[in-house]
């Protein structure tokens, strides 16, 4: 995962109508079958005189548990492309459903695929979607003036300063996606003259959400 792994991070809606057909798509942050299940439960108790709730989901950064449901739409007009529609972002770890208030007007399969594409895009664009990333939280301890260098280096190098603690030394935590620990290591070495280390203080799954980290879990 250290290359990134697109999800949801908050779900949000997305409505279009198609010929008089209501198609509404709500999208959900999901880790498990059980998650996917009581979704859509609550989502057919919501909208209990709909015509259909078609749904896809993907689970897991290597898709391991991927499905798709027409919900009594003609095969392939609903499911494969809201999951094509999920799989084209690049989102994992998500549910799509598309509940379909019928109009009276036949779509035809072509109309079908389009509508739940489109209500599935707009569910998208409706959502906040993150991109979790492997990193880690490096201590470096310095005087000072090693402080001043070093937030210099980590704002010319866009690493995230995580933390600072002002004694009668400085300790600073940077925030390092797993790919670039060497080079921050090896940079925050020459940049004291083997003074200081970036040590290793742990390491975890984190995203960037509106200029702010957020830690999700510890690896």
């Given at each position: 995962?250290?290359?990134?792994?697109?999800t949801?991070?908050a779900?949000?809606?997305g409505?279009?109508?198609?010929?008089k057909?209501?198609f509404i798509?709500?999208?959900r942050h999901v880790?498990?079958?059980e998650e996917?299940?009581?979704?859509l439960d609550?989502?057919r108790?919501k909208y209990?005189?709909?015509r259909?709730n078609?749904?896809?989901f993907?689970?897991?950064?290597?898709?391991?548990?991927?499905?798709?449901?027409d919900?009594?739409?003609?095969?392939?007009?609903?499911?494969?492309?809201?999951l094509?529609?999920?799989t084209g972002a690049?989102l994992?770890d998500?549910a799509?459903i598309?509940?379909?208030?019928f109009?009276?007007v036949?779509l035809?399969?072509?109309?079908?695929v389009?509508?739940?594409?489109?209500?599935?895009?707009?569910g998208?664009?409706?959502s906040?979607?993150?991109?979790?990333?492997?990193?880690?939280?490096l201590?470096?301890?310095?005087?000072?003036?090693g402080?001043g260098?070093?937030?210099y280096?980590?704002?010319?190098?866009?690493?995230?300063?995580?933390?600072?603690?002002f004694t009668e030394?400085?300790?600073?935590?940077?925030?390092v996606?797993e790919?670039r620990i060497?080079?921050v290591?090896d940079?925050?070495?020459?940049?004291s003259?083997?003074?200081?280390?970036a040590?290793t203080?742990?390491?975890l799954?984190?995203a960037?959400?509106?200029?702010?980290?957020?830690?999700?879990?510890?690896?």
């Amino acid at each position: 995962m250290a290359e990134g792994f697109r999800t949801v991070y908050a779900g949000g809606q997305g409505e279009i109508t198609e010929k008089k057909s209501r198609f509404i798509a709500t999208v959900r942050h999901v880790e498990s079958e059980e998650e996917v299940q009581a979704f859509l439960d609550e989502t057919r108790k919501k909208y209990w005189d709909a015509r259909h709730n078609c749904y896809a989901f993907t689970i897991g950064k290597n898709r391991e548990q991927t499905r798709c449901s027409d919900d009594g739409e003609p095969s392939g007009t609903a499911g494969r492309p809201i999951l094509d529609v999920l799989t084209g972002a690049d989102l994992h770890d998500t549910a799509i459903i598309v509940t379909r208030y019928f109009g009276g007007v036949l779509l035809g399969t072509g109309g079908l695929v389009r509508a739940y594409s489109q209500a599935a895009r707009a569910g998208i664009e409706g959502s906040t979607v993150i991109e979790k990333k492997e990193g880690a939280l490096l201590r470096i301890d310095t005087d000072y003036q090693g402080y001043g260098k070093l937030r210099y280096m980590a704002e010319e190098k866009e690493i995230y300063v995580y933390d600072t603690e002002f004694t009668e030394k400085v300790s600073v935590i940077l925030l390092v996606p797993e790919e670039r620990i060497r080079e921050v290591q090896d940079a925050v070495t020459d940049l004291s003259s083997g003074r200081a280390s970036a040590e290793t203080e742990k390491k975890l799954c984190y995203a960037m959400i509106g200029g702010k980290a957020e830690i999700f879990s510890e690896i």
